[in-house]
């Protein structure tokens, strides 16, 4: 680790602080629901969607009768001590937000380019939903504001993606993140841990993989079972292996110490809305003292054990 850190930086790269690094103050992310569609919900690819989603419960701004505007005001008009923030970033959430003609992308995303404070764009994607004309209007709009593309990647492994019924390639990663990146884009992958054809061996040659990869940014999500979904119908016809909180405690600290030094880590695990989650079913604040004391207890640090 090198100077830069902050002592809460000392085991790993955080995403918080790489923006406040790069805008002087905190950064404020508000969600957005931009009104698009799925490929894997509209028999494009398939219906039904991927066996984890529920829109509802992981994005819970999900609000289809209010203009991103409004929903920017929203946020904003709540937000406490505004002075301290730098500004914010507009984050397409829910379902593809690239998955329209480049026409209505342009529309939709200048809704919130054109608000004070915006200072860019995250938008939340798949790998096969980002054609050229996509990738060139963010690249146009990043020479002036921050864009970070958000790929659902989960996993490396072409079984697991079926598993999960993602309907696309690890291939179609590869080859997205090379055109983003040749655009000088900020990329950012979501993976998930604890998919239960997986071994703990091959999670950890996963982020290996992921680790020789252009990527600038991670968010990491545990298997969650949430209610009204396909993975809960398999859950209840088959229940699987779900890790408890100690365990995966112990998984993630050897997942970051796996890790490229650089990658900034958006989030070591998710929650969902109270209420919506069947399992696993942890205490956000233990699990986070949990992870913090044992980084500390196996003297972790990110890519300790990166090759």
Known sequence: MDEEYRPLEKYYRTYTYMLKKKFG?????????????CPNRDGTKGYG??????????????????????????VLSNLKHPEKYAGFIAYFQPNTNTYAPVDKLRYIYFQALEEEGCLGLAVGTRPDCLNDDALDLLAEINKEKFVTIELGV????????????????????????????????????????????????????????ISHMPIDIIKIHQLQV??????AKIYEKAPFKIWDANEYGDFITDYIEHLRDGIYIQRLFSRVIYGEIIAPNWNRKYLIDLI?????????RQGGKFQ
């Not at 103050?25 to 569609?37: E, N, Y």
């Not at 989603?53 to 991103?68: D, E, G, L, Y």
Request: aromatic share 6%; proline share 2%.
């Open 49 to 74: 969607g991927c066996v984890f989603c529920s829109n509802q419960s992981f994005s819970p701004i999900s609000r289809k009768n209010t203009t991103v505007k409004e929903q920017i005001h929203s």
């Open 226 to 231: 949430v209610k009204n979904t396909e993975l």
């Open 292 to 300: 913090n004391k044992k980084l500390e207890e196996k003297h972790i």
């Open 154 to 209: 989960q996993t490396t492994y072409d079984k697991s993606l079926e598993w999960l019924n993602r309907r696309h390639t690890f291939g179609d990663f590869v080859d997205a993140s090379e055109r983003i990146k040749r655009r000088g884009l900020t990329l950012a992958v979501h993976m998930i841990l604890g998919i239960p054809i997986e071994t703990k061996d091959m999670m950890l040659e996963s982020c290996k993989i």
């Open 25 to 37: 103050k905190r950064v404020v992310r508000i969600s957005l629901d931009g009104g698009f569609s």
